[in-house]
């Protein structure tokens, strides 16, 4: 059987060549037998470059050299910076840079973003707070037999037009006086009593006890005496263009300003008051409401926070995250829940410490890696940069990097005390890239020229990337022969 088949093999193949010979005869005569091309028929244009080239991902190719030469620029900066500090920065979730990005620091008000997540997480950014007026009984023919009780839930944003409208950035805010025109549209005229400032969602711990001396209200006043009931930040007078808060008188009993305040308010559209205000809590019998005002949302609180980097804003903000998680409206609940809030949606929690929600306290703690997780979380991440002032236009950065190439292209949180500076945000680069950053350096005494070496950071962010230009990384054009 086998000398069969080897014998049959060689004719075999001699048929198969003699087939194929056959078929290309006939597949040059077609070919011979067509006209010849005329000369201003275009020929089949060529593709200079190959579908499966790297030149079809140009932002690939250039992207690793980019990176080289901005690791090389930005190690040379920061070797500037003082021993303790961290800088992170991140583009769409890549790691573009570290340097001690996990080291826990203090991180002065770059804490408020810490304090807006957990705002934002806890109530939503639709959120909003009621201040209430409450009387005993029904008005008769305009009279209220009896006390009115202003009741505040911890609005921050409760004020009257004259000590909004000082402020460069405008945002929105809650207006005392819409609440004095409803008891007038609804006829009262007369109160037989007084009216009463109710702040007891809150403690009256007037600033948080762990602060240094320096900064409680009376001395720099860093934050207005915090309450509950919190009109025009807690200040009696301040001035009518600077809006540093040393410059003004706060409240010694809020609640009782916020009630006298609204007093005049009513006096003023002719409502006759019996009694001088005073503050006390709203009693159960209380429950004929008579007028209700709601703050902004809290996205927009949280954008008034952060742009102009409210401290008195921040810590009410921390008390009423307190009061919602069931306890007291204190410091103390509030940064616990902010703490298991930031530990819950970021890494290294090893690197965080919260103490207050304004970054005045100096045994907050946390890194520049927690920073930009939460810059970079899709929650939340459209309110915080919503919130976030931009060089030399906005908030605390309006006078930072004017007429430079990162003004208008860096949004940030600023941070300073004696022993820190801090900036976390997002530049704009030259190219159109987004990257995401934090950096902070603590220092005693910090070098005077530390916040230069910062802005040539952000400088050198602008310019990412800095690599071999697109145009000579694209596909090469399609060459057409003849």
């Known amino acids: 059987m086998y000398e069969v088949i080897r014998r049959l093999i060689f ?41 499966l080239s790297a030149r079809r991902l140009p932002e690939q190719l ?12 930005l190690d040379q900066i920061v070797s500037e910076l003082p021993e303790q500090s961290c800088f992170t920065v991140v583009e769409g979730g890549e790691d573009r840079y570290g340097y001690s990005s996990s ?5 002065a008000s770059t804490e408020k973003l810490i304090t807006a997540v957990a705002a934002l997480e806890e109530f939503g950014a639709d959120h909003t707070f009621k201040t209430q007026v409450f009387a005993q009984s029904e008005p008769a023919d305009g009279v209220i037999d009896g006390n009115v009780w202003l009741v505040g839930r911890g609005d921050p ?8 409208g000082r402020y460069l950035d405008v945002f929105p805010y809650t207006d005392l006086d819409d609440l004095a025109n409803q008891l007038i549209e609804i006829g ?12 007891t969602y809150f403690d009256q711990i007037r ?16 934050t207005g005496p915090l309450s509950a009931l919190s009109v025009n930040d807690g200040f009696v007078n301040w001035d009518t263009e600077n809006t540093a808060n ?15 305040l609204f007093d005049d308010l009513l006096e003023e559209r002719a409502v006759r008051i019996f009694q001088s205000a005073y503050a006390d809590q709203l009693p159960s019998d209380a429950t004929t409401k008579l007028g209700e005002v709601e703050s902004p949302p809290m996205s927009e609180i949280v954008k008034q926070m952060l742009q102009t980097s409210d401290n008195t804003t921040a810590e009410i903000l921390v008390k009423a995250l307190g009061a919602k998680s069931g306890n007291v409206g204190s410091t103390d609940s509030g940064r616990q829940v902010i703490e298991e809030v930031i530990t819950s949606l970021t890494s290294n929690e090893n690197s965080l410490a919260v103490f207050d929600g304004s970054g005045l306290d100096p045994a907050n703690r946390v890194s520049c890696s927690i920073l930009v997780e939460l810059l970079e979380d899709e929650k939340f991440s459209d309110d915080l940069r919503a919130g976030l002032a931009v060089a030399g236009e906005s908030g605390t950065l309006r006078n930072r990097l004017v007429g430079s190439s990162a003004e208008g292209r860096l949004l940030g949180k600023t941070g300073t005390l004696n022993d820190v500076k801090s900036l976390a945000g997002i530049v704009h680069t030259l190219e159109d890239r987004t ?24 400088l050198s962010l602008v310019a990412y990337p800095t690599g071999p230009p697109l145009s000579l990384l694209v596909p090469l054009p399609v060459v057409v022969t003849n």
Do not use: C
Request: glycine share 4%; charged share 15%; no cysteine.
């Open 246 to 260: 040393s410059l003004n008188t706060p409240a010694a009993e809020p609640a009782q300003f916020a009630a006298a």
């Open 435 to 458: 990257l995401t950053f934090a950096l902070i350096s603590n220092a005693d005494p910090m070098p005077s020229d530390v916040l230069d070496v910062h802005d040539q950071l952000i």
């Open 207 to 222: 600033w948080v006890e762990s602060w240094p001396e320096r900064f409680r209200a009376g001395a720099q006043n860093q």
């Open 157 to 164: 944003l409760l004020m009257t037009s004259d000590y909004a």
């Open 188 to 199: 009262i005229n007369t109160i037989t009593g007084a009216v009463v400032g109710d702040e």
């Open 62 to 73: 250039q992207t690793p050299e980019a990176n080289r030469r901005l690791v090389a620029s």
């Open 11 to 51: 004719p075999v193949v001699l048929a198969i060549l003699a087939i194929g010979l056959f078929v290309q005869s006939k597949a040059a005569d077609k070919d011979a037998d067509r006209p010849a091309l005329v000369a201003s028929e275009p020929a089949a244009p060529r593709l200079s470059t190959p579908l």
């Open 103 to 107: 080291l826990p620091l203090i991180p």
